[in-house]
């Protein structure tokens, strides 16, 4: 089964609006980290959030929120006042605690800003 | 600039040849990744470092990858006898000490591999 799953490829929206772009994941370690990344054409992954699995609230950076629904095992991605500047892939991420070291990524999610 | 940084940027290359890939990771962090993206795919994993100790390895690392970190800084990735299923990103990226699940990782630009 995939650990984590990103159902839009693309997604188109216009500057100065929000975004939401989904993120479902699977595991059954109790301990986790959920991440996203956003990787602009030039290549690199440039770290935007993170929400751990015990963590009560919501995480917030600047324009980015994380929509942490646990029962459902989704962490969809936010993206407010949308700049130009978003248009990128985003991808969704996981860490386990205590079954493993590695990130498992998603497929990605392409947003255009459309001016 | 004190990020990740990966050498070459791009490599071409002829079916059949050796090539390999340097990987500076932060200077603090002691576990260093490899990942490969193919186009239009998320990042696999390829193996993981713990200061030179390689802790896990894919199986999507097959013979003809090998992977070094010989002092516990930089790291190298060696694809011997390359075959077109290589052409890939080849990304590179570390992470601080004792991570816990909060401990991101921080990535390099990649190293872009064509095989002709």
């Known amino acids: 089964a995939q650990k984590i799953t990103q159902t839009q490829p693309g997604m188109f929206v216009q500057e100065k609006e929000a975004v939401t772009l989904d993120c479902t994941y699977d595991t059954s370690d109790p301990s986790y980290g959920l991440f996203w990344y956003k990787q602009p054409s030039s290549g690199e992954m440039i770290f935007l959030i993170y929400q751990g699995s015990y963590d009560q609230q919501n995480a917030t950076e600047g324009r980015y929120s994380l929509n942490f629904q646990k029962a459902r095992k989704s962490a969809n991605l936010v993206i407010s006042a949308s700049q130009l500047g978003d248009s990128a892939m985003y991808f969704c991420?996981?860490?386990?605690?205590?079954?493993?070291?590695?990130?498992?990524f998603g497929t990605g999610t392409s947003l255009t800003v459309i001016p | 600039d004190t990020g990740v940084s990966q050498n070459p940027r791009h490599k071409i290359t002829k079916r059949g040849q050796n090539v390999t890939f340097r990987c500076d990771p932060i200077?603090?962090?002691?576990?260093l990744y490899w990942y490969r993206q193919t186009l239009g795919q998320g990042p696999e994993f390829l193996t993981y470092f713990q200061n030179e100790a390689q802790l896990e390895k894919s199986r999507l690392l097959s013979d003809r990858f090998s992977a070094e970190r010989p002092k516990g800084s930089f790291s190298t990735l060696e694809i011997q006898r390359t075959e077109q299923g290589d052409s890939a990103m080849y990304l590179c990226a570390s992470s601080r000490p004792y991570p816990t699940a909060n401990t991101e990782a921080f990535f390099g630009q990649g190293t872009r591999l064509t095989v002709v």
């Open positions: 200077s603090e962090h002691n576990r």
């Open positions: 991420a996981m860490r386990e605690v205590n079954t493993g070291n590695q990130f498992y």
